[in-house]
């Protein structure tokens, strides 16, 4: 590559949006708005937990009929805008709501205005990408939104220490409102309209390969088009998303119970972890570029499996970072393959209702694996630190699988006969 794909100005705008949001989810949904409800308002856990519970599924109802819509209508660009305005708008007035019940009222319909811009941001991949090129730019763009977990807590961590932990709500606010402007001016949208017998896929003949002849062609008439398609991709995804909120979730917690790591230790394994993704998420867009999307996921599935499987087998601290190095690499590897192989799937005509879709399994997942492994803990809780073992044992039997239901797919393939696009059988 000649020339670095960022210095496309709709390249850089829309993964410069990875990193804006980014902030906005380490801010408020991870760090300083669950930590001001429990420790500065007295709230509970339970508070929280169910303001975020509530708009996650309420984002997840409502996200595969409105990516459907911005596939007929076009307008992905708008959506986008309107919900990260709204969610800037509700998280800036929680500087000055007091109340606690207002302000978690205020934190779910920003969180719901910031799952639903996701949707449409996503879909926009296919429009500022060329032949060959897709997996690079998802790559930054998760790079570059890992890079936002990092400024999120040092641009606000002054502000915490001089003015207390609600004050950073409006610079989070900001910072998500100034990263995210350039992607509302600079990203254009192409209109992929269906014509004669085919789904339009422009752009992905080039990049999708397979050892696998096309036996399915996909027609105007089929209204099972993509829910058939992603049909085959529910379990696994179902299933490896489910393990993987449950360690994004409790990894602090399991490397301070399990491992007895201290407060600065755990800080210097998640800087560690974080710097690993970034880098990670670069070269796994290039894998992806090279090998398509589903030959990329079935290499990160191998890597979450070797995961899975040290924690179960051993709680040494040492082992612990390698464990933490591999967990970065497939974290990267996870956002940057799926997005493309998302779009490889179904093309970008119709990716709008494909990425609401997935966003409905991920929530889904996002509450099932946190609850097996809360239940798990629970009930084993006489057995000391071995009962993180063996939630980490579950988690490797639910990943194995779901690896196992990917493997069997066959991988997309989008080739174009004449004004045909044909796809191969899913199963």
Same mark, same amino acid.
């Given at each position: 590559?000649?020339?670095?794909?960022?210095?496309?100005?709709?390249?850089?705008?829309?993964?410069?949006?990875?990193?804006?949001?980014?902030?906005?989810?380490?801010?408020?949904?991870?760090?300083?708005?669950?930590?001001?409800?429990?420790?500065?308002?007295?709230?509970?856990?339970?508070?929280?937990?169910?303001?975020?519970?509530?708009?996650?599924?309420?984002?997840?109802? *409502?996200?595969?009929?409105?990516?459907?819509?911005?596939?007929?209508?076009?307008?992905?660009?708008?959506?986008? *805008?309107?919900?990260?305005?709204?969610?800037?708008?509700?998280?800036?007035?929680?500087?000055?709501?007091?109340?606690?019940?207002?302000?978690?009222?205020?934190?779910?319909?920003?969180?719901?205005?910031?799952?639903?811009?996701?949707?449409?941001?996503?879909?926009?991949?296919?429009?500022?990408?060329?032949?060959?090129?897709?997996?690079?730019?998802?790559?930054?763009?998760?790079?570059?939104?890992? *890079?936002?977990? =990092?400024?999120?807590?040092?641009?606000?961590?002054?502000?915490?220490?001089?003015?207390?932990?609600?004050?950073?709500?409006?610079?989070?606010?900001?910072?998500?409102?100034?990263?995210?402007?350039?992607?509302?001016?600079?990203?254009?949208?192409?209109?992929?309209?269906?014509?004669?017998?085919?789904?339009?896929?422009?752009?992905?003949?080039?990049?999708?390969?397979?050892?696998?002849?096309?036996?399915?062609?996909?027609?105007?008439?089929?209204? @099972?088009?993509?829910?058939? =398609?992603?049909?085959?991709?529910?379990?696994?995804? =179902?299933?490896? =998303?489910?393990?993987? @909120?449950?360690?994004?979730?409790?990894?602090?917690?399991?490397?301070?119970?399990?491992?007895?790591?201290?407060?600065?230790?755990?800080?210097?394994?998640?800087?560690?972890?974080?710097?690993?993704?970034?880098?990670?998420?670069?070269?796994? @867009?290039?894998?992806?570029?090279?090998?398509?999307?589903?030959?990329?996921?079935?290499?990160?599935?191998?890597?979450?499996?070797?995961?899975?499987?040290?924690?179960?087998?051993?709680?040494?601290?040492?082992?612990?970072?390698?464990?933490?190095?591999?967990?970065?690499?497939?974290?990267?590897?996870?956002?940057?393959?799926?997005?493309?192989?998302?779009?490889?799937? *179904?093309?970008?005509?119709?990716?709008?209702?494909?990425?609401?879709?997935?966003?409905?399994?991920?929530?889904?997942?996002?509450?099932?694996?946190?609850?097996?492994?809360?239940?798990?803990?629970?009930?084993?809780?006489?057995?000391?630190?071995?009962?993180?073992?063996? @939630?980490?044992?579950?988690?490797?039997?639910?990943?194995?699988?779901?690896?196992?239901?990917?493997?069997?797919?066959?991988?997309?393939?989008?080739?174009?006969?004449?004004?045909?696009?044909?796809?191969?059988?899913?199963?």
């Amino acid at each position: 590559m000649k020339t670095s794909l960022l210095r496309n100005p709709a390249v850089f705008a829309w993964c410069l949006y990875d990193l804006a949001n980014t902030i906005f989810a380490m801010n408020m949904t991870s760090y300083h708005f669950p930590v001001w409800v429990v420790s500065d308002r007295g709230g509970q856990e339970l508070h929280y937990s169910a303001a975020f519970g509530i708009s996650m599924l309420a984002s997840a109802l *409502v996200m595969p009929r409105l990516g459907a819509e911005s596939d007929r209508s076009g307008g992905r660009v708008p959506a986008m *805008v309107l919900w990260t305005l709204g969610c800037v708008a509700l998280t800036a007035a929680l500087t000055w709501i007091p109340n606690l019940a207002v302000a978690l009222t205020a934190f779910a319909l920003a969180n719901f205005c910031y799952q639903l811009a996701g949707v449409f941001y996503n879909a926009l991949l296919p429009a500022i990408s060329r032949d060959g090129q897709m997996g690079r730019i998802s790559g930054y763009g998760v790079a570059l939104g890992y *890079v936002g977990t =990092l400024i999120g807590i040092l641009a606000t961590a002054p502000v915490a220490a001089r003015w207390g932990r609600q004050a950073t709500f409006l610079p989070t606010a900001l910072l998500f409102l100034v990263l995210a402007l350039p992607s509302f001016f600079l990203v254009r949208e192409k209109r992929e309209k269906e014509s004669g017998t085919s789904s339009q896929v422009g752009g992905l003949a080039g990049s999708a390969r397979t050892d696998h002849p096309v036996t399915l062609s996909v027609s105007k008439g089929d209204r @099972g088009n993509v829910r058939s =398609l992603l049909r085959p991709l529910l379990a696994p995804a =179902l299933i490896g =998303l489910g393990a993987l @909120g449950t360690v994004i979730l409790f990894m602090s917690v399991y490397a301070k119970q399990a491992i007895g790591l201290t407060d600065a230790e755990l800080q210097r394994f998640l800087t560690l972890a974080t710097l690993v993704t970034i880098g990670a998420s670069f070269l796994w @867009g290039r894998a992806t570029d090279r090998w398509g999307g589903f030959r990329t996921l079935r290499a990160v599935w191998v890597v979450w499996i070797l995961v899975f499987g040290l924690a179960t087998v051993t709680l040494d601290e040492r082992v612990f970072l390698l464990i933490g190095c591999l967990a970065g690499t497939a974290l990267g590897g996870t956002w940057v393959a799926s997005r493309v192989l998302l779009v490889q799937w *179904v093309g970008p005509a119709r990716i709008g209702e494909a990425f609401g879709l997935f966003g409905l399994i991920s929530r889904l997942s996002a509450v099932a694996g946190p609850m097996l492994w809360a239940g798990l803990l629970w009930l084993c809780k006489p057995m000391g630190s071995v009962r993180y073992q063996l @939630g980490m044992g579950v988690l490797f039997l639910c990943m194995a699988l779901g690896a196992w239901r990917f493997c069997r797919l066959r991988p997309p393939a989008v080739i174009k006969l004449g004004t045909q696009y044909l796809f191969p059988a899913s199963e």
